[in-house]
């Protein structure tokens, strides 16, 4: 079995839990090495591959399903998948705490397997009003997909209480408190 442990972080998108994330990995205190996951979407030009996600086509994608090569996988949007490796998880659990950023489906189905070596932490924002001017603010996504991402984050909220822990990020500096003490907590308590 892995010695390190797992910090599962989801929310709907533009709720800041990537921002967490690497406010939690730069604490070192904590030894989080982020699991990186793989997707079908198309890659963003400030974004690597191996470093972000891997980043694979859907046939490639289609082929791990079929190999069994996920600990978890989603279509998280109509064609668009993304997913959890099991031997990329593997080999960090090894030595380190993993911090898995990745959406709410995935995230239920890690703790699922992961148990009482998973802490579970859903980022939610402070109102639907909020996310949206988020998602705009960030200029990331078209129209569409940020209507997409509106309805998806509707149900997304929904899932809430399958999660150990709830944070609201309506103040930064306050969530980052928040989830640190919660992850130093469960590191050196369980």
Request: hydrophobic residues 35%; glycine residues 4%; contains cysteine.
């Amino acid at each position: 079995m892995s010695k390190g442990k797992c910090i599962i972080l989801c929310a709907p998108s533009g709720s800041g839990k990537t921002t967490l994330a690497k406010y939690l990995l730069d604490q070192n205190d904590l030894n989080l090495i982020f699991s990186i996951s793989a997707t079908t979407r198309k890659i963003r030009k400030d974004e690597e591959n191996g470093k972000d996600y891997y980043f694979f086509n859907n046939e490639e994608f289609i082929e791990k399903i079929d190999n069994e090569d996920f600990l978890e996988y989603e279509e998280v949007y109509n064609g668009v998948f993304y997913g959890t490796l099991k031997n990329s998880a593997k080999d960090l659990l090894v030595e380190h705490n993993v911090i898995f950023d990745i959406d709410v489906e995935g995230g239920i189905k890690l703790k699922r397997i992961y148990k009482e070596d998973a802490l579970s932490i859903f980022v939610k924002p402070p109102s639907i009003n909020e996310l949206k001017n988020r998602l705009y603010s960030r200029n990331k996504d078209s129209k569409e997909s940020i209507n997409i991402r509106l309805s998806k984050a509707q149900l997304e909220l929904l899932k809430e209480k399958d999660f150990d822990e709830i944070i609201i990020n309506d103040n930064l500096k306050s969530a980052k408190t928040q989830i640190y003490n919660l992850v130093r907590e469960f590191l050196n308590n369980s």
